[in-house]
Structures are given as C-alpha cells and as structure tokens.
C-alpha cells in the first residue's frame, strides 16, 4: 500500500525533547519532509532529508532517516509551548507529489 | 510577497450547488496542487498541475475538476456538491526541480449540507 504512519498523539513537557515517529512505504522516496501545522493554519515546511541522509540537523531539530526499516524520526530539542501543532510526515513519489501521513498532535504542558 | 493566497475561506453549499475555489501564487511555481484534509486522513491529493494548461488525477480526483489558465492559479470546482466533499481545502505550490518543497495557502473550509 501507499500508507504513511504516525502515531496520532504525544504529550510531552515544556524544556524536554519530543521524538516523532514515521514510516513510509516507497523505498525509491527521494525526499522526506515534516510539515508543522498550527491551528486553522495551513502547513508549513519545516525541514526535509535526502535519501541518501542518514541524519539532518537544523537548530533544534534533527531528523533521522533509517532506510533499512523505511522509518523517519523527528526529534524536537527543548520544546517549547509554542511547538504545540500537527506533525506531519511526508515522502515524495516524483514530480513533486506527496503523500501524507496521518499527522501527530504534539501537545507541550508547562 | 503574499505566498500562496485562497479565497474564499470558509463556503456553506447545499447538495447539489456548484462552485469554485480560487489559489493564486506569487512565487513563479511551475507545480500546483489541490488537497483535501479530513480529520485522521492527513491530506490527499485531489489534483495536481506542472504547468500552465496542464492538469492530471492525484488519489482523490472524483467529484472536482480544475483548470489552469494562467500560471499563478490554478481553479478547483466543484459542479454538483455532495456532503462527503465537506472538508477543509488546501492549495499548494512548489517548484519544478530539487526537493520540490511545497508552500501551502491558508485553506478553505467548505461545507455541504
């Protein structure tokens, strides 16, 4: 199938690291990308790898891409309440088009 | 630079009307796109376009058509509103070479009763 999975919810606190997890189906994917989605918002490109990547670093995020086991992490470093949002992963399947996966909801407690 | 605009941003249809969603970009993206978001389906691609006068099927193209006259937008219709089409629509827009990273407008919220 063509699915995308992630996990729907994840609670974490304010200052401590948040993991988001994913996997994809299409090994031949040649980007990965998370999208960040705030409420009533449209989603907006946070980061992405490069197949042949195993890890990309941004300021506080880095992503882990482990394409043995097609899973993609995204590791949110201090999260802060502001980083409360949608999470969504995604994997290219040529000429630009996307497929999405569920998205996961981060919540950040003070 | 706006980025990616849509208008309008929230429609009430009765089953059976029609109309037209509007996205228009300033960014000189060759790639449009059209997706549907549903509560714990994530997007899906409705339609896609790589270019001006050109339109092809993504995973979800049944019930829409759309067109692409003029490069910076791209139209979705709805001819015949059904309330499985109740839904919150997002535009896009990318280039047509490397990472193809999509710019996403703020989204429509239709619903047909």
């Known amino acids: 199938g063509e699915d995308v999975e992630q996990s729907l919810f994840l609670s974490v606190r304010e200052g401590d690291s948040s993991v988001i997890n994913c996997t994809y189906t299409?090994?031949?994917?040649?980007?990965l990308y998370w999208y960040k989605q705030e409420p009533g918002a449209g989603l907006q490109l946070l980061t992405y790898?490069?197949?042949?990547?195993d890890m990309k670093q941004d300021q506080r995020l880095t992503v882990l891409l482990n394409k043995k086991d097609k899973h993609l992490s995204l590791r949110i470093a201090d999260t802060q309440t502001g980083d409360s949002a949608i999470y969504f992963c995604?994997?290219?399947?040529?000429?630009?088009?996307?497929?999405f996966g569920q998205g996961t909801e981060l919540s950040v407690k003070p | 630079n706006a980025g990616v605009t849509q208008t309008p941003k929230f429609r009430v249809l009765k089953t059976g009307q029609s109309m037209t969603l509007l996205c228009a970009q300033d960014?000189?993206?060759?790639?449009m796109y059209w997706y549907r978001q549903d509560p714990g389906m994530g997007l899906r691609l409705i339609h896609y376009?790589?270019?001006?006068?050109?339109?092809a099927k993504g995973e979800v193209p049944d019930g829409y058509n759309v067109s692409r006259l003029k490069k910076q937008n791209f139209l979705l219709g709805l001819e015949s509103a059904a309330p499985s089409q109740t839904s919150v629509y997002f535009c896009?827009?990318?280039?047509?070479?490397?990472?193809?990273?999509?710019?996403f407008g703020p989204g429509t919220r239709l619903t047909v009763t």
């Open positions: 790898i490069f197949s042949n990547m």
């Open positions: 299409d090994s031949s994917s040649t980007y």
């Open positions: 960014m000189n993206h060759e790639y």
């Open positions: 995604a994997e290219s399947k040529g000429g630009g088009k996307l497929i």
């Open positions: 896009a827009s990318s280039s047509m070479s490397g990472a193809y990273e999509q710019y």
């Open positions: 376009s790589v270019g001006e006068g050109t339109t």
